[in-house]
């Protein structure tokens, strides 16, 4: 936690964090207990591998775009879930529309791997995975499968 008389994170026992470090491919939640928004900047180096590969397992999952870079989510590789003929049966992701303050959720549809919004079939074209923005990921199979995303940039 974060103390807000001095701006140092604590460990749950109340001694100073030593060793806060968020580690490459590690996750991590905020929680705000304030009633006002906060910024939390968090910096680090731009990811370099040529390909990141995630498991995503049956059930919910928070994940996140591994590259520096956001892209938009059908022109991502995460296309190979269940897919389906309508949005009761296929993976569904919830993207947090920070403007709105709401998810919005998007279905993966079967006729051509593509991202649709939940309550429709057409195939969105302004929606953005990446940039440090986790989203969650219901995987509705019953067995994992790979996520593997090519870094869209040079370095």
């Not at 919910?60 to 879930?81: D, I, K, R």
């Not at 569904?92 to 919005?104: F, P, R, S, T």
């Not at 990921?137 to 593997?148: L, M, P, S």
């Amino acid at each position: 936690w974060l103390k807000s008389s001095d701006g140092k994170w604590y460990e749950a026992g109340g001694g100073a964090a030593s060793n806060a470090y968020v580690n490459p491919k590690d996750g991590f939640w905020i929680q705000n207990r304030r009633l006002t928004n906060q910024i939390v900047i968090v910096s680090g180096d731009v990811v370099d591998d040529s390909v990141v590969t995630n498991v995503l397992v049956p059930g919910l999952s928070l994940v996140s775009y591994p590259f520096s870079a956001p892209v938009g989510l059908n022109m991502s590789a995460l296309t190979n879930g269940k897919a389906g003929k309508s949005e009761g049966v296929a993976d569904v992701v919830a993207i947090w529309n920070a403007a709105e303050q709401k998810y919005e959720q998007f279905w993966l549809r079967s006729s051509d791997k593509k991202w649709c919004a939940v309550g429709s079939s057409v195939p969105v074209t302004n929606v953005y995975i990446g940039g440090g923005v986790g989203f969650w990921y219901q995987n509705r199979g019953t067995t994992n499968f790979a996520w593997i995303e090519t870094r869209p940039y040079s370095l």
